[in-house]
T-cell receptor, first 113, second 117 residues
Framework: ETGVTQSPTHLIKTRGQQVTLRCSSQ?????VSWYQQALGQGPQFIFQ???????GRGNFPPRFSGLQFPNYSSELNVNALELDDSALYLC????????????FGPGTRLTVL | AQSVTQLDSHVSVSEGTPVLLRCNYS??????LFWYVQHPNKGLQLLLK??????LVKGINGFEAEFKKSETSFHLTKPSAHMSDAAEYFC???????????????FGQGTILTVHP
């Protein structure tokens, strides 16, 4: 059974650019959640996708958007990058929407200069 | 809305001594509660979870936590610390009823556990 994987591991962008982060869910899981973890903070919920539809969203602006594909992998897109977007972005997969136990990937470290 | 407060940002213990990481929560609905551990450069790993069954929950690696509704607490304990326990620990709440926050995981700020030889 393959766990949750994320790519890339690290990424450096400049302010104003756009970025796409990718997540492959654990085998058999149909739900993907994304979290932002700023340095020294706990992860904050960005949004969740269940069966290719957004299924809940945290307090993040619309420039944070996502997709889920038929194979349940997912992308997180961030437009117009700001310095405060520098963080570890975590993806978690689960089965059955909002109530399922979430399994986390290792994260993508994004640095915005 | 729900929230989580981890009462200590850093805890330092000697190997072989007990560990206590404190967590208080606030939730308008019946919550599920979790403890996750994060080792450097690794993903979050679930240690244990409370989902309205037994109030004393046993997890992996000898950790356990007790849900106390009257105190709105969910403290994590381990009788004897090991060097490999050094990591950051997160207390997490999830509400299990309707509303815009349904199912969302809310994390505490984290407690960094240091274990001395």
């Amino acid at each position: 059974e393959t766990g949750v994987t994320q790519s890339p591991t690290h990424l450096i962008k400049t302010r104003g650019q756009q970025v796409t982060l990718r997540c492959s869910s654990q085998s058999g899981h149909n739900t993907v959640s994304w979290y932002q973890q700023a340095l020294g903070q706990g992860p904050q919920f960005i949004f969740q996708y269940y069966r290719e539809e957004e299924n809940g969203r945290g307090n993040f602006p619309p420039r944070f958007s996502g997709l889920q594909f038929p194979n349940y992998s997912s992308e997180l897109n961030v437009n117009a990058l700001e310095l405060d977007d520098s963080a570890l972005y975590l993806c978690a997969s689960s089965l059955g929407g909002l109530s399922g136990e979430q399994f986390f990937g290792p994260g993508t470290r994004l640095t915005v200069l | 809305a729900q929230s989580v407060t981890q009462l200590d940002s850093h805890v330092s213990v000697s190997e072989g001594t007990p560990v206590l990481l404190r967590c208080n929560y606030s939730s308008s609905y019946s919550p599920s509660l979790f403890w996750y551990v994060q080792h450097p450069n690794k993903g979050l790993q679930l240690l244990l979870k409370y989902t309205s069954a037994a109030t004393l929950v046993k997890g992996i690696n000898g950790f356990e936590a007790e849900f106390k509704k009257s105190e709105t607490s969910f403290h994590l304990t381990k009788p004897s610390a090991h060097m490999s326990d050094a990591a950051e620990y997160f207390c997490v709440v999830r509400i299990n009823a309707g509303g815009t926050s349904y199912g969302k995981l809310t994390f505490g700020q984290g407690t960094i556990l240091t274990v001395h030889p």
